[in-house]
């Protein structure tokens, strides 16, 4: 690992580049593409007084936005529309990109890098910016769905 990343502990992020990680297994994530992910960046960004969570922006294709969630938190919850859940839930198996903390790691970058392995992005102040920003209101009803 380099430095930065040692002195972190931040084990799933890899030392140089970028690399796919398996979700559900250190973390699950979302993705909302474009201009609105970059908004519920912002969003989250605020609400939480400038410590969200770890997430990465992508600079190509769709100009994705990945929030890393604790793992096993994204399975069973309704999210807004817009919102790609990636997690190792009901037989599926899903790979997310993690760049580097430092170093060339085009396309992806961090938005907010991540402060140590256990430090996530919280699931419910997500769903609930989310849902604020995309125009989904959630119930309890759906929670339990």
Partial sequence: MNTQNERLCVDWVPETGFQLRKAGVRFDAVRVD??????????????????????????NRCRAVYFYLPAGSTAHRVWAPGVTRFNSGDGTVSYVPVPALSGETWPLFWYCPPSNSERFVHPAILRNAAAALFGHPMSFAEEES
Avoid at 41 to 57: E, L, Q, R, Y
């Fill in 34 to 59: 474009g201009a609105e992910g970059r908004r519920l960046a912002d969003m989250m960004d605020s609400i939480t007084a400038g410590d969200p969570g770890p997430i990465a922006t992508e600079s």
